[in-house]
């Protein structure tokens, strides 16, 4: 029900848009997220975006460089700027209906099958 896309290859320092669609009438109704997973690493929390009020919250790591936001057309967005090599990962959104803006991934019913974000050096 998730597919994520916008992935690839980048410089640091440069800016890449990650979208996440969802094939749900009411995605609105669902907190989505996003986590990322480096090679020989667990799954973690970067940014989410609230059901009810859009409200967002990020990982201290990305705070300052990456945005998440929705629209009104099934898809939530990650603008990721001032890229960096570790956060090299692939990246995959997760949705949970009226759920609560958590990094916990047990919370998340829905994943998407991820999308590669290599950041070169």
């Known amino acids: 029900q998730l597919r994520e896309s916008g992935g690839g290859l980048v410089q640091a320092g440069g800016s890449l848009r990650l979208a996440c669609a969802a094939s749900v009438r009411t995605f609105n109704a669902y907190t989505v997220s996003w986590f990322r997973q480096a090679p020989g690493k667990e799954r973690e929390f970067v940014a989410a975006?609230?059901?009810?009020?859009?409200?967002t919250v990020y990982a201290d790591s990305v705070k300052g460089r990456f945005t998440v936001s929705r629209d009104d057309t099934n898809t939530v967005y990650l603008q990721m700027n001032s890229l960096k090599p570790e956060d090299t990962a692939v990246y995959y959104c997760a949705a949970n209906r009226f759920g609560a803006t958590t990094a916990r991934r047990a919370e998340y019913d829905y994943w998407g099958q991820g999308t590669q974000v290599t950041v070169s050096s």
């Open positions: 975006i609230s059901w009810s009020d859009s409200s």
